[in-house]
């Protein structure tokens, strides 16, 4: 019998993580044995919160809260605007920058270059959650990237929390059960939160131009969080 993980569940593959957040489950294997004798769909896009900009370092809160949100979402029912039908957060998206606050808080020079790490905020999802996006403002932070949390914000924030926070190892497989995996937990609507080593080039990514070409810059120096919600088999560059 499986551990079928419970909601309010967010995935990480990034290896570079401490055991804080390793909880035991075994989605990995569920997911194989699901998967890897049949097809998964030819496409999957999971209804994530509007696109933002981040502000400073904020990019680990953000792919975390990102991916928090939609759990959220999912678990709210997936509600809709009556209106547009489109996907309606206005209780579900969490704000990235209550983590990245709260996690430099004690900063005596606090910098917009300042970054957070993975098990920090995944246990401020556990212990504290995360304040709704509608009450941190991107454009008040100030120009440390700080902003006045109150007790109403972490008040707030208790009413967001992540039960679990699971980790899909994926180091020693090998590439048709890294795909299924990948592939399988994204059927199984869990967004994938994961950093990267980017180049430049990686910044001229564009909704007219969404591959990032690898080959044009082989330095690659420059990390980046990053939250995967769907794909596509046979997706080509127009």
Same mark, same amino acid.
């Given at each position: 019998?499986y551990?079928?993980?419970?909601?309010?569940?967010?995935?990480?593959?990034?290896?570079?993580?401490?055991p804080?957040?390793?909880?035991?489950?075994?989605?990995?294997?569920?997911?194989?044995?699901?998967?890897?004798?049949i097809?998964?769909?030819?496409?999957?896009s999971?209804?994530?919160?509007?696109?933002?900009?981040?502000?400073?370092? %904020?990019?680990?809160?953000? !792919?975390s @809260? #990102?991916a928090?949100?939609?759990?959220?979402?999912?678990? &709210?029912?997936?509600?809709?605007?009556?209106?547009?039908?489109?996907?309606?957060?206005?209780?579900?998206?969490?704000?990235?920058?209550?983590?990245?606050?709260?996690?430099?808080?004690?900063?005596?020079t606090?910098?917009?270059?300042?970054?957070?790490?993975?098990?920090?905020?995944?246990?401020?999802?556990?212990?504290?959650?995360?304040?709704?996006?509608?009450?941190?403002?991107?454009?008040?932070?100030?120009?440390?990237?700080?902003?006045?949390?109150?007790? %109403?914000?972490?008040?707030? !924030?208790? @009413? #967001?929390?992540?039960?679990?926070v699971?980790?899909?190892? &994926?180091?020693?497989?090998?590439?048709?059960?890294?795909?299924?995996?990948?592939?399988?937990?994204?059927?199984l609507?869990?967004?994938?939160?994961?950093?990267?080593?980017?180049?430049?080039?990686?910044?001229?990514?564009?909704?007219?131009?969404?591959?990032?070409?690898?080959?044009?810059?082989?330095?690659?120096?420059?990390?980046?969080?990053?939250?995967?919600?769907?794909?596509?088999?046979?997706?080509?560059?127009?």
């Amino acid at each position: 019998t499986y551990k079928v993980p419970p909601k309010n569940t967010c995935i990480i593959t990034n290896k570079y993580t401490s055991p804080i957040i390793e909880e035991a489950t075994n989605l990995q294997e569920m997911i194989l044995d699901d998967f890897l004798e049949i097809n998964t769909p030819s496409s999957v896009s999971l209804e994530m919160p509007p696109v933002q900009n981040q502000k400073g370092g %904020s990019c680990i809160a953000f !792919a975390s @809260n #990102n991916a928090f949100s939609y759990t959220l979402w999912k678990s &709210l029912g997936k509600p809709r605007d009556l209106a547009t039908q489109k996907p309606d957060y206005s209780n579900a998206a969490v704000s990235p920058y209550f983590a990245y606050v709260d996690l430099r808080s004690n900063s005596s020079t606090p910098s917009c270059s300042d970054t957070v790490h993975f098990d920090d905020v995944f246990e401020l999802f556990k212990t504290k959650g995360s304040a709704l996006f509608s009450t941190i403002p991107k454009g008040d932070l100030d120009s440390q990237c700080m902003y006045p949390l109150t007790p %109403s914000h972490y008040s707030d !924030a208790l @009413n #967001n929390k992540a039960w679990t926070v699971m980790k899909l190892k &994926l180091e020693d497989t090998t590439l048709e059960e890294f795909t299924k995996i990948l592939k399988g937990a994204l059927t199984l609507e869990y967004p994938l939160i994961f950093s990267v080593l980017v180049s430049k080039n990686f910044y001229n990514i564009k909704e007219n131009a969404p591959l990032w070409n690898t080959q044009d810059d082989k330095i690659k120096d420059l990390g980046h969080a990053m939250v995967l919600s769907g794909y596509i088999d046979n997706y080509q560059n127009s």
